[in-house]
C-alpha cells in the first residue's frame, strides 16, 4: 500500500519571495525546454524549466530550508539527501504525460506547487496510486510527497501559467514496512509535561516514552542506511 502526503510547507512571507524570484525571471533565456532533462520519449513533456542559476539557488534554499524544519515532512520521508530539484512552468497547451521519476533520483518525490489555483487552468497533478488517480492541485506553497516511482502526469494547462518546484529525497530507511512502523512509533503523541527526577534506572526504563525511543533508535541502527 503505497501512500503520499499533502503538507504545508512554506508561509505566506516564503511563497511570496520564491513568487518574486519566479518574476525576475522573465528572459527567455532563464529558462530550457523541458525535453533537455528528460531521458525518455520525445514529446512525453510541454514544459520549461529554470536555467538561472542564482534564483534556482535561492528557491532550492527557501525550499529545502522549510523541508529540514517541517517535523511532518521529515517523519515521513526520514531524508538521508535531497538529490535534485527542477522549477517547471507549462504555460498554455503545456503537459507532461505519463511517466515515472528515474530510480536513481531518490526514494520520495515532492512536487510544491507555486501558483495561486485560480491563475491556470487544467495542470492537476494526477498520481497513479492503489490502483486510482488523485488529481491534485494545492493551493502556493503546499506540497505533495509521494514514492518515486509511481506513475504520475501533468495535466494539460488550458490557460495561465503554472509554476511547481520538484524535487527528490533520499530516505534513510528504505524498507517500507520498517518505514511504517517509524512513522507509526513516531506518531504517538505524549503528554508534555515535564519528567520529575527518576529515583531509579528502573522507573527509567519502563518510562513509554523512553520504550518508544528506544525502539525507534533500535529499528534505526539495525536498518538505517545513513552513508551516501
Ligand atoms: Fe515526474
Redesign the pocket.
Known sequence: MYTFKIIKLLDENKIKEVQRLLDSCKRPSDWVNGNDTFKGAEGTKSNVELYNPMALKKIREIVINACSKCEEYNNFTIPKSYTGCIVNKTSEGGY?NT???CAEVGDF?TTVFLSEKDSYEGGELSLFINGREENLKLNPGYCVVYPTGIP?RVKKVTSGDRYAF?FWVKCIIRDSTILDCYRELKSIKFDETPIEYQETMEEGLNDIKFKIDNTVNRLMRRFGEFAD
Open positions: 507532461y511517466h515515472i521519476d518525490s504520475h520538484v
